[in-house]
């Protein structure tokens, strides 16, 4: 009923830009707050940025300054747009939203995962 999906990772060299984009599809009520996580191998996957519904922001110190959450709620679609990456970004990244949808005759709410985009970068 409802999915959630990242794009956007890839390679890039330190120094560059990417943007992530999380997007939800289904029977779709309001998409509210949402997280980007990232995860490397051996490690918990750590929260990097969040926002909310009203667009209030929050991120990690390691990425503050370098990345920004946006949203289109009119798409359904979160970003996260990275600036002056380092090799030490390189992780999956997962985006996690709490939605509210509409199933069998009723508005509902659950917690969603993305399957993550990979994102590389390179010294």
């Known amino acids: 009923q409802v999915q959630l999906v990242e794009s956007g990772g890839g390679l890039v060299q330190a120094g560059g830009s990417l943007r992530l984009s999380c997007a939800a599809s289904?029977?779709?009520?309001?998409?509210?707050?949402v997280g980007w996580y990232r995860q490397t191998p051996g490690k918990q996957r750590e929260l990097v940025a969040h926002?909310?519904?009203?667009?209030?922001?929050n991120y990690v110190d390691s990425v503050k300054d370098r990345f920004t959450l946006s949203r289109d709620n009119a798409k359904n679609t979160v970003y996260l747009q990275m600036n002056s990456l380092k090799p030490e970004d390189t992780a999956v990244y997962y985006c996690?939203?709490?939605?509210?949808?509409?199933?069998?005759?009723?508005?509902?709410?659950?917690?969603?995962w993305g399957q993550g985009t990979p994102v590389t970068v390179s010294s």
């Open positions: 996690n939203a709490n939605i509210g949808y509409y199933a069998d005759g009723a508005n509902k709410y659950g917690n969603y």
């Open positions: 289904g029977s779709i009520v309001s998409i509210n707050a």
């Open positions: 926002i909310t519904r009203g667009g209030s922001t």
